[in-house]
């Protein structure tokens, strides 16, 4: 071989090398696999209170089927499933089914940008305007006009990265927004909020949202919003590939989370846990809204939304938290260095959410801080958490290294206790 095709050869591989996010490396952690309960240090007969846990609920008609995962130092010792998938059908719930996590999203969305603010790709306070241009010189609502209309006066700063990953930049949320003014207007603009089985790309919907005025200055609050949408174009103008691409190649494919999707495929459709709710004390599956409940299967499947668009197992989702435990690598591939795991943990809102806060916020977490781990319950200080629309949750405590998953599927049900009672049975279950 010629000299010069022997160069370009060894360019090209150093090339594709060095634009991988992930990286083999020096520290090779065991896959997250099956274990015994005496392994870890954890109550076997302590366990058994979440089973009755489940079992309850379902009996009360406070859920129709739940899954529960609980891992510790590497091994699954609980893994379960409970009721039923399916309101018309009856079928029985299995471990391995499918789970529109909703903002569980949000936390591998904010881990893709990490990966690449590692790269050196860009600041985290670089203003999001220098990548999404139309989000230049934003303005903030001052009031809505009758007609549709509205008056505005101009922000004080630029939207930065590390706005959008701490839910700080102003922006709103549509249809669930609090704020009826910003509900109105992401409808006249046909902004999509959540999910979608229309033909639009993430980069339309954004450009349409970037000329729509803040709730504040850039900064200046806590307001939970379409951000993490912003962060999933912003991958792809970063990166140079789809979104969803991005997500499989770097995350996905190296944590082996092979039944993770923004659109599950033709195969695998039929283990989607249906949406449900209730009906003169019935269980129903959920009807279309504003959204098609069966956004993941059905549809132009062209829309990944950053912040709610992914479906997954509780396996799949327990890898995802195990190599955040073991800051940042997994069975011998990197994603994040320990260092980016620590920054993403910190505080990064200062006392937004109050001085008498349990927890903080940090780029793709809330974190629970030493008011929150000593009032019992939620996990030790430095637990992080977070949930989805669907009513699905999660936390992992870095100091018992324990991860619980806890899956349904329901909307606009308000008598479910599962969600404050299970944390706090996986915590009283450890006995070392």
């Not at 305007?129 to 007609?147: A, M």
């Not at 806060?357 to 009032?375: I, R």
């Amino acid at each position: 071989m010629k000299p010069i095709k022997i160069f370009l050869s060894a360019y090209f591989l150093f090339t594709c090398i060095a634009l991988q996010a992930q990286t083999t490396s020096n520290q090779t952690s065991p896959k997250l696999i099956e274990g015994k309960v005496s392994e870890v240090g954890l109550s076997e007969e302590r366990l058994a209170r979440i089973d009755a846990m489940c079992i309850e609920a379902i009996e009360k008609k406070q859920v129709p089927g739940v899954v529960a995962l609980v891992a510790r130092n590497g091994k699954i010792i609980y893994h379960k499933a409970f009721g039923t998938s399916n309101a018309t059908t009856k079928e029985k719930l299995q471990k391995d089914d499918i789970f529109r996590l909703a903002s569980q999203s949000k936390a591998i969305t904010a881990t893709a940008v990490m990966m690449l603010w590692e790269q050196g790709k860009f600041r985290l306070d670089d203003p999001i305007s220098n990548y999404i241009p139309e989000f230049k010189n934003p303005r903030v609502l001052d009031s809505l006009l009758v007609d549709g209309s509205y008056l505005t006066t101009a922000a004080k700063n630029e939207i930065t990265i590390r706005h959008l990953l701490t839910h700080t930049s102003g922006i709103g949320y549509g249809e669930i927004d609090p704020d009826e003014r910003f509900k109105k207007m992401y409808q006249k603009a046909e902004i999509v909020d959540l999910f979608t089985t229309k033909e639009i790309t993430i980069a339309q919907n954004i450009k349409k949202l970037a000329k729509l005025p803040l709730h504040h200055n850039p900064g200046d609050a806590f307001t939970y919003s379409e951000s993490y949408d912003v962060l999933g174009y912003f991958i792809e103008v970063i990166s140079g590939m789809p979104f969803d691409l991005f997500l499989r190649k770097h995350i996905f494919d190296p944590l082996e989370m092979d039944d993770t999707y923004f659109y599950i495929p033709q195969n695998k459709a039929n283990r989607l846990v249906s949406v449900q709710t209730k009906k003169e004390d019935q269980w129903i599956n959920y009807p279309i809204t504003f959204y098609d409940p069966q956004y993941p299967i059905k549809g132009e499947k062209q829309f990944f939304s950053g912040g709610a668009g992914l479906s997954s197992t509780a396996l799949d989702y327990a890898k995802f938290l195990q190599m955040y435990l073991n800051k940042g690598e997994l069975n011998g591939i990197r994603l994040l260095s320990r260092t980016t795991v620590d920054v993403i943990l910190s505080n990064h809102i200062n006392e937004l959410w109050g001085k008498d806060s349990s927890a903080h916020y940090g780029l793709a977490f809330m974190v629970q801080n030493q008011k929150g781990g000593d009032a019992g319950g939620s996990g030790s200080m430095g637990s992080f958490s977070w949930a989805g629309y669907f009513n699905t949750q999660y936390f992992a405590d870095p100091e018992e290294q324990i991860i619980g998953i806890l899956l349904k599927q329901t909307q606009k049900v308000s008598s479910d206790q599962t969600g404050w009672k299970f944390p706090l049975l996986v915590i009283q279950s450890i006995d070392d």
